[in-house]
């Protein structure tokens, strides 16, 4: 499942830090050796085997007004500020995965521009944050959770485009595809079943066919 699937991927040039808790001067050299941009409390607390997300808070406080972590929104830390903003979204609410018109326009999908940053979560809300607006859009818990047409190689999960359309859907069956040439239709139909949704499915077949029509 997603909610277990979204796991902690520090990155760490030393498997040492791993396996036992962080001694005095490893703290700060351990999370600027991760490949990771931004972290949150229970992140760090992790990375540095505290049992206590306190213990940690305070290092933390420490750092910030030495000017060596970047305090980005309670509780999110990051090295500097060119931390990665999906990264960072994906770090507000878990589970989530960067989704919607954010895949599509990467993807050459809709060629209408978004400044927003658009997530998949269990909670709709909007946030503004370092001049950065992330919209974070509702689905059920059983498509959130189901790992499919989801890359989680990297430091935060983010939807393949056809697992992007597919959200972008289910939201809002009479959205205009500018583009449907990039979609591998097989994946799409094989995703297609954890929305559970006939009136969806038909919709899907639609742009399928009329895909086809004009190929």
Excluded: H
Aim: glycine share 4%; proline share 2%; with cysteine.
């Amino acid at each position: 499942m997603l909610i277990c699937g979204l796991e902690v991927r520090f990155n760490l040039s030393s498997s040492r830090y791993m396996n036992n808790k962080a001694q005095k001067g490893e703290y700060l050299d351990i999370l600027l050796r991760s490949k990771n941009s931004v972290f949150s409390t229970k992140d760090i607390a992790l990375l540095w085997r505290e049992t206590q997300t306190s213990t940690a808070q305070v290092r933390l406080n420490y750092y910030v007004k030495a000017g060596k972590l970047i305090r980005v929104r309670r509780g999110i830390y990051a090295k500097d500020k060119n931390y990665d903003k999906y990264e960072f979204a994906t770090k507000i609410f878990r589970p989530s995965y960067v989704s919607f018109e954010t895949v599509l326009g990467a993807s050459g999908m809709t060629f209408q521009y978004y400044g927003n940053i658009f997530i998949a979560s269990y909670i709709k809300r909007e946030i503004k944050c370092d001049g950065q607006t992330y919209s974070f859009i509702k689905i059920k818990d059983t498509i959130l959770s189901n790992p499919k047409g989801i890359d989680q190689t990297g430091e935060y999960a983010i939807a393949s485009k056809e697992r992007a359309f597919l959200d972008t859907i289910y939201r809002s069956k009479k959205y205009y595809i500018d583009n449907l040439s990039p979609l591998d239709w097989d994946k799409v139909f094989e995703i297609l079943p954890i929305y559970n949704n006939k009136k969806m499915a038909k919709t899907v077949q639609k742009y399928y066919e009329n895909y086809k029509a004009t190929k």
